[in-house]
């Protein structure tokens, strides 16, 4: 999941951590300096043995080092309190039924060279007869974390009338499974999304990056199953295959295939349009169409209003927003070029959207030129603040604060991207606004584990989902002095974007050729909330936001607020090293293959 915004620093509650020298990153960080060993007391239950689960196709995208994790978090290692060293403890065996249930965005590592799958190449997929065929449904998909990871929704899980909706924003966080009620009070699952609560489904669009086909059609109710889904993707070659192999029994499913002529670009946007017979309706979130990023993970979603058909007859420039959403909505799915959503930007045009208050940022891929260069990616977002944002008092003391699940190689130093380029964007504030060098935070989700008190409150699988390998960061290690932890408080904010792109130059765009263009290698798209177009000033954030029974002026944001730096013994998470000192909860370490 990817926010921003910029807010003001606090006058108190600053962290006594804070003073402590950042943590640095260097050439010895293979195996960093630990907390003594945990107590030779600490007893892990095995896993409960189950029965044999029938395996779903396989969904592995991306590089080694993705294939790597993935596999860590299939079957996660165990510890042992014995070992008598504890970096060869939990040593991996390699296995060839290993089975990824879902994939990370390769974009983020755009010096790196794609890993592609050796050997022959798997022979294209027949297509079967689906009147013929019975399509076979997992029940339950392989979880990334193990096979006996996932347990059961309770049954007042999903709401059984319309949920408490957020009219201001209409933003929402998905439901996790396994908290209390009252904190997943005002959050949307999947199931609710796509439920008659919100409409007579007839047809849908379901952009993303990586798809399980037979659980997203689950996610879809009883009498919505059979209605026709067109899934947009980027995958090539032995992708693409099992990607049309898992469909082959849903003779509702078709594909369009995203165009990606630039390398080391992917499709990473994470869209629904649904087609009503009341109206139409856009969803733009920063979840993957599979169960684990629905399962215990914090997901942000917008979801537009009922846009209502526009009357016959009406003006090409009816139904646009203050916004120009429609416009800009149009113009992006123009983007792909491609014939199987024509119909759809055609419904797009037929329908009213002037009710939308969010403007969009899209990434499409290509080199930009002139007034081009501000279509797309952080320029976009650079324009839109220059326009639509104004100066705040005391603004050079307010920092940027980012939140990324994946962090890509930015240079040797800030300013060859980081500063140069993206802060810049992030702290513009109306016409004549400039920084010399504000301060930007980074929202890391998971630090060094070892740095804690055992055991461990975390589950170390989940670290597969925040890509940042070590050989990135210590290709730059500056980055350091933005990454953070965080604690609560009441705080305002300027402006905020809810985005797929995670912080790489791939999804955001970079300037080249002495700044006279701008190259995007990847699709991406996300919403910009600005306090004008919500008669504001600044968005309130509110400081306890459970549970959300009532509609509210302060923006949903979904971290801690103000940041609190990491100590001097706490390092951001490396996803591709051993961490084997002390167990999770759950008697896991993490040894990458």
Known sequence: MTTMGLLPPPDQHTSSESNHNSPKIGSNFHQPKHDPDPPPSIEVKPEPKSDTVTAAPPLSIGSEARHAAQTSQLKPVKYESNQSSPFLAGKRKKDDDSISGWALSDSDDDDKDKGQSSGQK?????????????????????????????????????????????????????????????????????????????????????????????????????????????????????????????????????????????????????????????????????????????????????????????????????????????QDLLEYLGAYRAPEIADWIQRIREHDLSETRVYLIGSTPGRYLGSDMERWGHLRLRKLLRDHTRPIPNEEKWPVIGQFSSIGSMGLDKTKWLAGEFQRTLTTLGKSSLRPDPPMHLVRSIKHPYCTSPPLVIVVPAGGSLPYSIQTAQKQIWLHIVIIFSNLLSILCVCSPVPSANLSKAAWGALEKNNTQVMVRSYELGVLYVPSAFSMSTFPVQMDVFPATTPSTAFPVPFDLPPKRYSSKDHPWMWNIPYTQAPDTHGNIWVPS
């Not at 049954?155 to 966080?173: A, C, G, I, K």
């Not at 469909?247 to 992917?266: E, M, N």
Request: with cysteine; charged share 25%.
């Open 122 to 326: 798997d022979p294209p997929p027949k297509r079967s007869n689906p009147k013929l065929k019975k399509a076979k449904v997992e029940e339950r998909p392989p979880s990334p974390h193990g096979r006996t990871y996932y347990i059961d929704e309770p049954d007042d899980f999903f709401e059984t009338s319309v949920p408490p909706v957020n009219d201001t924003y209409r933003f929402y966080l998905n439901k996790v499974t396994g908290l209390e009620k009252r904190y997943n009070t005002g959050a949307l699952h999947i199931k609710e999304i796509l439920s008659p609560l919100f409409g007579t489904l007839k047809e849908s669009v379901q952009f993303n990056y990586c798809f399980d086909i037979a659980w997203m059609l689950q996610q879809y109710p009883p009498e919505f199953r059979d209605k026709p889904v067109l899934i947009v993707h980027g995958d090539k070659r032995e992708a693409k295959a099992r990607l049309l192999q898992q469909a082959q029994p849903y003779s509702q499913v078709r594909f369009c295939q995203a165009k990606l002529d630039i390398a080391f670009g992917t499709h990473h946007t994470k869209m629904m349009l649904l087609w009503y017979e009341e109206g139409f309706r856009v969803v733009i979130l920063t979840s993957n169409m599979i169960r684990a990023d629905w399962y215990q993970k914090t997901q942000g979603l917008w979801m537009s209003p009922l846009y209502l058909r526009l009357p016959k007859g009406s003006p090409e420039t009816a139904g646009e927003s203050p916004t120009l959403f429609k």
